[in-house]
């Protein structure tokens, strides 16, 4: 198994469009062997010490393998929906990982 986490920020405003673009790649995980673990929006509360800018959300999505990831992300149907994700989000940080 690889596990993704991604850390996302979005520009202001643009919550509904993000919104948008998940309601559709979301659906599409378990289609290239991948589940969905984790969906969270931090609150401030729930912070206990920080030292960069909080994401909008963070997502823990594992897959079988590599290919499976790289189909997943080069998939048709998100592909139609991407200018979603681009118009919405500042940035992301994209951290690939195995469970130990």
């Not at 309601?23 to 010490?49: D, S, T």
């Not at 139609?80 to 994209?94: A, D, G, M, N, R």
Request: glycine residues 4%.
């Amino acid at each position: 198994m690889i596990y993704i986490t991604q850390l996302i920020y979005l520009l202001d405003g643009q919550e509904a469009t993000f919104d948008e673009f998940e309601k559709v790649a979301m659906p599409l995980i378990p289609k290239y062997n991948g589940r969905l673990l984790f969906r969270y929006r931090p609150a401030p509360e729930n912070i206990i010490e920080q030292s960069m800018e909080t994401p909008y959300e963070i997502h823990l999505v594992e897959f079988k393998d590599e290919a499976d990831l790289d189909h997943f992300f080069k998939d048709e149907e998100r592909k139609k929906y991407v200018h979603l994700k681009e118009q919405s989000i500042k940035t992301v940080w994209l951290i690939k990982g195995i469970k130990l």
